[in-house]
């Protein structure tokens, strides 16, 4: 008489997700980033409080009307660089059509530089201008506040521009979109997002502030 053995299945064990360490990196990188520019903050304050009168004569010579484009446009590129993502969510790297609902990674991501290319721009043209009306770096304490906290600033949105130009470089060599691609595309929109967010804070305390105070 044969033996029947019973099979018995095994618990079914559940996958384990793992947190993308690169992401995590760049948060982490991130939040040093967030004392940087707190420390740069503490400096305009500190000189604010120590001449005000610099800071309200220097307020009168800002630009503001220019100045309000010029973030609209920053704040703008931060959309486009969220659809890019997007796009890298469906693992779309490239456009099927030209509609802008067609488009895929690389075209956002171009219209994301150009945007910042564009922003950059017209902060040169504004520190030209300053300049050739006599408000150079060591005048007083406002522009010393004022070219710091906004050229640091502007050193991170070039670079900023820079990473993007790579992770497109990155998307055009595979023939396909996959996880690491994907995972550059969100890094890259964890910094866009965090210069946009530092600059509506420079603009606010720099350009609308001294109209509260």
Not at 117 to 135: D, K
Not at 180 to 204: K, P, Q
Request: net charge neutral; charged share 10%; hydrophobic share 55%.
């Amino acid at each position: 008489m044969g033996c029947v053995t019973a099979a018995t299945s095994a618990p079914a064990v559940s996958p384990v997700h793992r947190p993308n360490t690169t992401a995590i990196g760049v948060i982490v990188w991130l939040g040093s980033e967030v004392m940087f520019f707190a420390g740069l903050f503490a400096i305009y304050f500190t000189l604010r409080a120590m001449a005000p009168e610099q800071f309200q004569a220097g307020h009168e010579i800002m630009n503001i009307p220019f100045s309000s484009i010029n973030t609209t446009i920053l704040v703008a590129s931060s959309f486009t660089c969220q659809f890019g993502v997007f796009a890298a969510e469906r693992a779309q790297a490239r456009a099927t059509g030209w509609r802008p609902s067609q488009w895929g990674t690389v075209e956002w991501f171009f219209l994301t530089v150009f945007l910042g290319a564009v922003f950059v721009s017209g902060q040169v043209w504004e520190y030209a201008t300053l300049v050739t009306e006599g408000y150079v770096l060591n005048l007083n304490a406002f522009t010393s506040a004022f070219y710091m906290t906004t050229g640091f600033h502007g050193l991170h949105v070039t670079g900023g521009l820079v990473a993007f130009l790579l992770v497109i470089g990155r998307i055009y060599s595979v023939r396909k979109m996959g996880a690491r691609e994907s995972t550059s595309a969100l890094c890259i929109s964890y910094y866009w997002h965090f210069v946009d967010v530092v600059w509506v804070a420079l603009f606010f305390v720099i350009y609308l502030l001294p109209f509260f105070a």
